[in-house]
Structures are given as structure tokens and as C-alpha cells.
């Protein structure tokens, strides 16, 4: 399974872009990058996912390398409630298994 | 009504007790999974299951046990609960037949606390 090596902690202030970093260096041809984010003790939320190209939707930009080493999640206006710990996961194709880090916990303040 | 729903939410038990958690979903999803989450960690895997007749063990399956009584139903046993199996328990589903892209969903989470 491909790792991922996300920072511990970040601090954002509110209404500024928030950008979390991942490196995925061993990320094979067919694995896609995925972020979730984990609010207080809920259920880990969807954000975004990628293959190759950036991709944007309501909630965030999703930034790969062209060498898909690594990618970059851009909250582009934080608020209070986007505080939460983000997992970047690498999917392994054939297994279907969704491996979880630690994450990056991220703290947006006032 | 949630797509992933979980029971019990919270549980008390004692060390060598048989405690049971249950999984249901109606999402439709073929793929179903269990999670443990311990207080400042990341998710780590139990046990999936690709369709009824198909179980997989995770990274820390030791001490756990599963079945998948139907499409839409995966449960969680502890057969002999010992203190250190305390955490937060979460249950997820995917669908495998929207590709390689999928997502998975999990639901609200079961607090175990064994003493």
C-alpha cells in the first residue's frame, strides 16, 4: 500500500485559504488521492478525490503533482467549522481498503 | 435517518464479556468495513467485507470477530473483552461498482469502554 506522510497540526486563520500538504512518493500508476476530514469524534466526512488532474467541488481544491508525489487540499475560505483532523489516504485498487494515517489537525482560529 | 447507522452508540462492559456491535446500512453498498479509533489516533482497520460470503482481515484483527448476516448487515464481536479493546468503533461502506473512484462512508461511531 502506498503511505502518505501528512504534518501533525496546522493553524489557519478564519477566511484565509488553508492548505494541507501530503506526500505520496510511492503512489503507483492507478491509485487515487483521497481526502477525508473527521470533525471532534464523528464519522469521517468525504471532501474530494483524484486521479491525476486538480479537481475542485463545493467544499475544496484537490492540487496533484504532475509527478503525483504529492498533493495539496485548499480550503479557500476557512471558517471555525472547518476545524477538524484531514486524512489523506492513497487507495490501493485491487483491495478496496481504505488505509488511515494520523492526519493533519487542523485548527482554524478567530 | 442516517445511511450508516450503528448500535449500540455507547457501551459499558466488563473485561471477559462477549459484546456485540451492529452495522446496518441502506445505501445499497456491497462493501462494508470496521474501523477502531483510539483517542489522538488515526483509524486503523478490523475487518472488510467485499460481499456476504467474502470476509478479510485488517491490520489488528486479533481479538475480533465478524459476520455479515446479509447485504446490508456486518457485525462486530469481541468475544472476550479486555480493557485495552476501549475505543471509538466505526462501521463504513463503499460501492465497488462505481469504479476505481468509490468513496467510503462511515457512520456515527460506537463508544466501547471495557473495565
Known amino acids: 500500500d502506498a503511505k502518505t506522510t501528512q504534518p501533525p497540526s496546522m493553524d489557519c486563520a478564519e477566511g484565509r485559504a488553508a492548505n494541507l500538504p501530503c506526500n505520496h512518493s510511492t503512489i503507483s500508476g492507478n491509485e487515487y488521492v483521497y481526502w477525508y476530514r473527521q470533525i471532534h469524534s464523528q464519522g469521517p466526512q468525504y471532501i474530494i478525490h483524484g486521479l491525476k488532474n486538480n479537481e475542485t467541488n463545493e467544499m475544496a481544491s484537490l492540487i496533484i503533482t504532475e509527478d503525483r508525489k504529492s498533493s495539496t487540499l485548499i480550503l479557500p475560505h476557512a471558517t471555525l467549522r472547518d476545524t477538524a483532523v484531514y486524512y489523506c489516504?492513497?487507495?490501493?485498487?485491487?483491495?478496496?481498503?481504505?488505509?488511515f494515517g494520523t492526519g493533519t489537525s487542523l485548527t482554524v482560529i478567530p | 435517518d442516517a445511511d450508516v447507522t450503528q448500535t449500540p452508540r455507547n457501551r459499558i462492559t466488563k473485561t471477559g464479556k462477549r459484546i456485540m456491535l451492529e452495522c446496518s446500512q441502506t445505501?445499497?453498498?456491497?462493501?462494508m468495513y470496521w474501523y477502531r479509533q483510539d483517542p489522538g489516533l488515526g483509524l486503523r482497520l478490523i475487518y472488510y467485507s467485499f460481499d456476504v460470503k467474502d470476509i478479510n482481515k485488517g491490520e489488528i484483527s486479533d481479538g475480533y470477530s465478524v459476520s455479515r448476516q446479509a447485504q446490508a448487515k456486518f457485525s462486530l464481536s469481541l468475544e472476550s473483552a479486555i480493557p485495552n479493546q476501549t475505543a471509538l468503533y466505526f462501521c463504513?461502506?463503499?460501492?465497488?461498482?462505481?469504479?476505481?473512484?468509490?468513496?467510503?462512508?462511515f457512520g456515527e461511531g460506537s463508544w466501547l469502554t471495557v473495565v
Open positions: 445505501k445499497g453498498h456491497d462493501r
Open positions: 463504513a461502506t463503499s460501492d465497488a461498482r462505481t469504479g476505481a473512484g468509490n468513496t467510503i462512508y
Open positions: 489516504i492513497v487507495r490501493v485498487h485491487t483491495g478496496n481498503q481504505f488505509y
